[in-house]
Every structure is written in structure tokens, then in C-alpha cells.
């Protein structure tokens, strides 16, 4: 699976951008979104599940961001909105084979992403304020 995550850019704070994350066969695979700012590590803050049936964001970016999918497109959406200078970062997306538990996932997700099976290559995301 080639994840290809895009969307990213420069906004100013308050601003919205939306990434998306596509790959041939998504449809089979939990969806996780990541990011590292600038001296900082690995956070996952949003995930979904292959359904689309369950998501989950962290309270980081919860009002403010929105995960959803189109499997018919295969490809996974990470709405931003109402963006604040600590989203700074390089964002990534990665995959899960979707036979997991969903509390297994998340707990994937709070560790910082160790266990998931694919990653896609970054997009920065800069907020200026």
C-alpha cells in the first residue's frame, strides 16, 4: 500500500486547509494521522476506522479538525479549521490492517504510531500567527 498524503501548505492562524490521504485498496485499512512539529515527537491525534464507522481525534485538535473517508475514492480526508500556530508541523498518514481492534488502534495512536503497517510520505503544515 502507497499512502500519498497532500493538501499541506502555509496558513495564517484561523485558517483552514484540508489534507487528503489516497491509496489503491484503502478501503481495507484504518486510517491514522500523525504529525511532528519542530523538536517535538510523534503524535497521533486522529484516526478512522475502514468503515468510517468510528473515528477518534485527541483533544488537541477536537472542534477543530474532522477526519472522514470515501472509500469509493480511496481516500481518506483530515479537515483543519480554526488553525493555531502549534499545528505546525510535518503530517503524515499511515494505515492499519483493518482486522484490529479498535482500542488496540488507538492505543497505536497514543503511543505515537509504532505498529502500524504503512506510512505515507509527509506534507508540512506551517501556521504563522
Known amino acids: 500500500v502507497q499512502l500519498q498524503a497532500s493538501g499541506g501548505g502555509s496558513v495564517q492562524a484561523g485558517g483552514s486547509l484540508r489534507l487528503s490521504c489516497a491509496a489503491s485498496?484503502?478501503?481495507?485499512?484504518?486510517i491514522g494521522w500523525f504529525r511532528q512539529g519542530p523538536g517535538k515527537g510523534r503524535e497521533g491525534f486522529s484516526c478512522i476506522r475502514s468503515s468510517g464507522g468510528s473515528t477518534y481525534n485527541t483533544d488537541s485538535v477536537k472542534g477543530r479538525f474532522t477526519i472522514s473517508r470515501d472509500n469509493t475514492k480511496n481516500t481518506v480526508y483530515l479537515q483543519m479549521n480554526s488553525l493555531k500556530p502549534e499545528d505546525t508541523a510535518v503530517y503524515y498518514c499511515?494505515?492499519?490492517?483493518?482486522?484490529?481492534?479498535?482500542?488496540?488502534?488507538?492505543?497505536?495512536?497514543?503511543?505515537?504510531?509504532?505498529?502500524?503497517?504503512?506510512w505515507g510520505k509527509g506534507t508540512q503544515v506551517t501556521v504563522s500567527s
Open positions: 499511515a494505515a492499519k490492517r483493518s482486522l484490529i481492534a479498535w482500542g488496540s488502534l488507538l492505543a497505536i495512536m497514543k503511543s505515537g504510531g509504532g505498529g502500524m503497517d504503512y
Open positions: 485498496g484503502l478501503e481495507h485499512y484504518s
